[in-house]
């Protein structure tokens, strides 16, 4: 305790850049790498301050991590950067007798957190044939190096080029009241008074689903399961289904105009998006913005075309494999979030980024950096724990910091409060 109060007292007579790297560094030797629950994993440490262009403190930031979450960071600068002021619904053309609908990966469309849908507006009340067409999408259902045994999991829908209701069915169970939504799929029921908690799950490559509970049990249950999306027809179907109405299908797409109808206001889906960490919505992101590019929905396609666009100047070129860090695949660099945070911070304003990064207290970080003026995207998989955002000093000073931590095996609870007491530190002390 004594050599930590020495430590801090250097941090906070040290007037200099200098003072405080070294007040930094010792601090998190002594205190973070080499103890528990840090020293046996692969850590990667970043903190800047833009003001002064000056770095407070790099340990390992110039290696490669699996980034979790954080790669949603990514995916909100192609969000923030590509897609305007509201998301695309749809593409339309209409002529005399007929309205022809492209989807565009907007995954708003009767999804329960939104009430504004413009886009089932117009299929209702238009008095003409809706064709659906179908639209060029280069992606898979699922991203790659995404967990197969996932499909049932909530966190990880399917993605599609026209998603309907989040692309999970919503089942609800309390005593013998049981529903589904959406209505048309099947709920297989059955009681086993063994059970010490419900089971709510999908066959692996059917659209059939189960709910097991034990009927002593009667506190009421809500779950969400990914249904599978299947091709253009079982789009079409769910469509008819929904709308009550027959829906064509236009193989060749009318040569007229295409219009696009716009959608919900686009923070309203960062948000959520950031606080709740929600992989569906960061990964028709990049979708979205594929298509209002090019019309065509390929998420590589938007990724490379940031990487050597608007992010080629990042000091390490990353290996970016989707949109919500799901993927194994994914390689980032702390000082790459750095960079990126730091543009963000330059290009959009500080009051929007603030309100879409979950901050100390809200979202993510609920439990943690009560005292702190946190703004920083959380990540979590299996022996990975992230933490990229920007951090208030008591001084005022605005840092811009990552710390990423790879193959820990301890709780992901311990690293996160390791991390917090890293950033606790250095927020007061300056």
Same mark, same amino acid.
């Given at each position: 305790?004594?050599?930590?109060?020495?430590?801090?007292?250097?941090?906070?007579?040290?007037?200099?850049?200098?003072?405080?790297?070294?007040?930094?560094?010792?601090?998190?030797?002594?205190?973070?790498?080499?103890?528990?629950?840090?020293?046996?994993?692969?850590?990667?440490?970043?903190?800047?301050?833009?003001?002064?262009?000056?770095?407070?403190?790099?340990?390992?930031?110039?290696?490669?991590?699996?980034?979790?979450?954080?790669?949603?960071?990514?995916?909100?600068?192609?969000?923030?950067?590509?897609?305007?002021?509201?998301?695309?619904?749809?593409?339309?053309?209409?002529?005399?007798?007929?309205?022809?609908?492209?989807?565009?990966?907007?995954?708003?469309?009767?999804?329960?957190?939104?009430?504004?849908?413009?886009?089932?507006?117009?299929?209702?009340?238009?008095?003409?044939?809706?064709?659906?067409?179908?639209?060029?999408?280069?992606?898979?259902?699922?991203?790659?190096?995404?967990?197969?045994?996932?499909?049932?999991?909530?966190?990880?829908?399917?993605?599609?080029?026209?998603?309907?209701?989040?692309?999970?069915?919503?089942?609800?169970?309390?005593?013998? $009241?049981?529903?589904?939504?959406?209505?048309?799929?099947?709920?297989?029921? %059955?009681?086993? +008074? !063994?059970? &010490?908690? *419900?089971? @709510?799950?999908?066959?692996?490559?059917?659209?059939?689903?189960?709910?097991?509970?034990?009927?002593?049990?009667?506190?009421?249950?809500?779950?969400?399961?990914?249904?599978?999306?299947?091709?253009?027809?079982?789009?079409?179907?769910?469509?008819?289904?929904?709308?009550?109405?027959?829906?064509?299908?236009?193989?060749?797409?009318?040569?007229?105009?295409?219009?696009?109808?716009?959608?919900?206001?686009?923070?309203?889906?960062?948000?959520?998006?950031?606080?709740?960490?929600? $992989?569906?919505?960061?990964?028709q992101t990049l979708m979205m913005a594929a298509? %209002?590019?090019? +019309? !065509?929905? &390929?998420? *590589?396609? @938007?990724?490379?075309?940031?990487?050597?666009?608007?992010?080629?100047?990042?000091?390490?070129?990353?290996?970016?494999?989707?949109?919500?860090?799901?993927?194994?695949?994914?390689?980032?660099?702390?000082?790459?979030?750095?960079?990126?945070?730091?543009?963000?911070?330059?290009?959009?304003?500080k009051e929007r980024l603030w309100q879409i990064?979950?901050?100390?207290?809200?979202?993510?970080?609920?439990?943690?950096?009560?005292?702190?003026?946190?703004?920083?995207?959380?990540?979590?998989?299996?022996?990975?724990?992230?933490?990229?955002?920007?951090?208030?000093?008591?001084?005022?000073? !605005?840092?811009?910091?990552?710390?990423?931590?790879?193959?820990?095996?301890?709780?992901?609870?311990?690293?996160?409060?390791?991390?917090?007491?890293?950033?606790?530190?250095?927020?007061?002390?300056?």
């Amino acid at each position: 305790m004594k050599k930590l109060l020495v430590v801090i007292i250097s941090i906070i007579t040290g007037g200099s850049v200098t003072a405080q790297v070294a007040a930094i560094k010792k601090w998190a030797e002594a205190e973070l790498l080499h103890k528990i629950p840090m020293e046996q994993a692969h850590v990667g440490i970043c903190i800047y301050e833009p003001a002064t262009g000056k770095y407070w403190y790099q340990y390992q930031d110039n290696k490669f991590f699996t980034p979790a979450s954080n790669t949603k960071i990514f995916s909100l600068y192609a969000g923030l950067k590509l897609l305007g002021d509201s998301l695309p619904a749809a593409r339309y053309y209409e002529n005399d007798t007929a309205l022809f609908v492209k989807g565009m990966g907007d995954p708003s469309f009767l999804h329960p957190d939104y009430h504004y849908q413009p886009l089932l507006q117009l299929l209702l009340q238009t008095t003409k044939k809706i064709y659906l067409v179908p639209g060029v999408n280069a992606n898979q259902r699922f991203g790659p190096g995404w967990g197969w045994g996932d499909y049932a999991d909530d966190y990880q829908p399917e993605l599609n080029e026209w998603p309907m209701y989040g692309n999970v069915v919503r089942i609800r169970h309390q005593g013998n $009241n049981n529903s589904i939504v959406p209505a048309f799929y099947d709920l297989d029921i %059955a009681e086993d +008074d !063994t059970l &010490s908690e *419900t089971i @709510t799950s999908r066959d692996e490559r059917n659209n059939l689903f189960y709910l097991k509970y034990n009927p002593k049990d009667k506190a009421l249950e809500n779950a969400e399961v990914p249904f599978i999306t299947g091709s253009v027809q079982e789009l079409r179907q769910r469509l008819e289904d929904t709308l009550h109405k027959r829906i064509g299908l236009a193989v060749i797409p009318p040569a007229g105009n295409f219009k696009i109808l716009k959608s919900i206001p686009a923070d309203s889906l960062f948000i959520p998006m950031m606080e709740r960490s929600d $992989n569906f919505f960061a990964e028709q992101t990049l979708m979205m913005a594929a298509s %209002a590019l090019w +019309d !065509t929905i &390929s998420s *590589t396609r @938007t990724i490379k075309y940031l990487l050597t666009g608007n992010l080629k100047n990042l000091p390490h070129p990353p290996q970016w494999e989707d949109g919500s860090g799901l993927s194994r695949y994914n390689l980032f660099t702390p000082r790459d979030f750095v960079t990126l945070l730091t543009l963000m911070r330059e290009q959009f304003p500080k009051e929007r980024l603030w309100q879409i990064f979950p901050t100390g207290g809200r979202g993510t970080l609920k439990n943690y950096y009560q005292q702190q003026k946190v703004h920083a995207k959380t990540g979590t998989l299996n022996g990975v724990v992230a933490l990229s955002g920007y951090l208030e000093t008591k001084k005022k000073r !605005t840092l811009v910091f990552s710390v990423l931590v790879n193959n820990h095996h301890e709780s992901a609870t311990s690293v996160r409060r390791a991390v917090e007491r890293l950033l606790t530190m250095v927020s007061t002390a300056y």
